[in-house]
């Protein structure tokens, strides 16, 4: 066998494991950024409910379905 056979080879299972690291490491930035927009979403939510420096009960319950979306999310981050 030729030296340039065995590199191709080499370089080509190289190729293969880092496409499929690249996949899974792709798959948990989009985990990740999904976090972060719950996460904003939470935080838009307590400051709107405080502008008015009341919070009523429509209010609350917007921050609580809010949250437990971001729980939602980190727990799919985490993977439980």
Known sequence: MDWTVIVSAVLG??????GGFFLKAKGKLSQVVTLGKEALDVAVAAVDALEDNAIDKSEVEQIKKEAIELKAAWKALLGK
């Not at 299972?13 to 880092?18: K, N, Q, S, W, Y």
């Open 13 to 18: 299972i190289l190729a293969v494991v880092a």
